[in-house]
């Protein structure tokens, strides 16, 4: 069973940083690609950034790019998400996923395992 547990979320002031972490159990880390997701109050769960299983790849939602940088180590079953230049509108609850085939996809569906989030508040 795949279990993913984030943490290192919290209470920051606009302009400030993060890093998130997730780490996985119950499946072969270093075969799956990861993702992040966050879903802010009232809003749908949304894409942030996927990074495939070697680490040589990665893709970011426009709204983040050159802001969040996603990252893996495989040998500690853990991906991570520093966040820099936080905007207020980046509060949100955020989760990790676990997507088996590796391939990239913006789609939450594609994804299994889903953490207990962790909440990033940005006040301005």
């Known amino acids: 069973q795949v279990q993913l547990v984030e943490s290192g979320g919290g209470s920051v002031q606009a302009g400030g940083s993060l890093r998130l972490s997730c780490t996985a159990s119950g499946l072969t880390f270093s075969s799956y690609g990861m993702g992040w997701f966050r879903q802010a109050p009232g809003k749908e769960r949304g894409f942030v950034a996927f990074i495939k299983w070697s680490g040589d790849t990665t893709y970011y939602a426009d709204s983040v790019k050159g802001r969040f940088t996603i990252s893996r180590d495989n040998a500690k079953n853990t991906v991570y998400l520093e966040m820099n230049s936080l905007k207020p509108e980046d509060t949100a609850v955020y989760y990790c996923?676990?997507?088996?085939?590796?391939?990239?996809?913006?789609?939450?569906?594609?994804?299994?395992?889903w953490g207990q989030g962790t909440q990033v508040t940005v006040s301005s």
């Open positions: 996923a676990a997507n088996p085939s590796g391939a990239y996809y913006a789609t939450p569906g594609r994804y299994t395992g």
